[in-house]
């Protein structure tokens, strides 16, 4: 089945970037949109933005910026990178990848999440 | 930039009962909203797209509708599983895929 884990630090300092990985298992990497979405403690989710595999990309506006997607399909595998980070950027943040079916169906795909935790 | 309100922010119901959760646009979304449902330390889980359509595996008393600005997501009788945060997302032809703030089902 499809599988997506999320990878990198979870601490990151002030001003510095937050670099996260998310790894694609048991699915196409051309066949499905690929996102970011994360959510403040106690908080409600919040869309960041996602990318294809032939790295067309769209961001919120709110965060595009200081926000970078890439996607690398030969190692089955996309990122997300935020600069100029704050405490308001501590969240836990989810990959995900969506896809929709000739059927009309909708595929629908989140990792577990990872904690990044912004501190000095 | 579309807003998406859901009301209320907390309902407190018994299982078995019926629940309605509103989600409304600030612009029109045509028919394209999505549902998910979010439990503690759980990733969300997509419920329904395109507004009514329930995504693979989702019980049958959990259903979507509405157009335009207003949609409601309906369940029918409530299971203890179905307690939970549940989230709206615009869905339509262009992002930002915004979501909503979340209404809190709680047990009564």
């Known amino acids: 089945q499809v599988q997506l884990q999320e990878s990198g630090p979870g601490l990151v300092k002030p001003s510095e970037t937050l670099s996260l990985t998310c790894f694609v298992s048991?699915?196409?990497?051309?066949?499905?949109?690929w996102g970011w979405i994360r959510q403040s403690p106690g908080k409600g989710l919040e869309w960041i933005g996602q990318?294809?595999?032939?790295?067309?990309?769209n961001f919120s506006p709110s965060l595009k910026s200081r926000v970078t997607m890439s996607i690398d399909t030969s190692k089955k595998q996309f990122s997300l990178r935020l600069s100029s980070v704050t405490d308001a950027d501590t969240a836990v943040y989810y990959c995900?990848?969506?896809?929709?079916?000739?059927?009309?169906?909708?595929?629908?795909?989140w990792g577990q999440g990872t904690l990044v935790t912004v501190s000095s | 930039e579309i807003v998406l309100t859901q009301s209320p922010a907390t309902l407190s119901l018994s299982p078995g009962e019926r629940a309605t959760l509103s989600c409304r646009a600030s612009?029109?979304?045509?028919?394209?909203l999505a549902w998910y449902q979010q439990k503690p330390g759980q990733a969300p889980r997509l419920l329904i797209f395109?507004?009514?359509k329930r995504a693979t595996g989702i019980p049958a008393r959990f259903s979507g509708s509405g157009s335009g600005t207003d949609f409601t997501l309906t369940i029918s009788s409530l299971e203890p599983e179905d307690f939970a945060i549940y989230y709206c997302q615009q869905r339509s032809t262009w992002p930002p895929y915004i979501f909503g703030q979340g209404t809190r089902l709680e047990i009564k």
């Open positions: 612009q029109s979304l045509a028919g394209y």
């Open positions: 990318i294809y595999y032939s790295g067309s990309t």
């Open positions: 995900a990848g969506w896809r929709w079916l000739q059927t009309g169906d909708l595929l629908d795909y």
């Open positions: 395109d507004a009514s």
């Open positions: 048991g699915a196409s990497i051309s066949s499905y949109y």
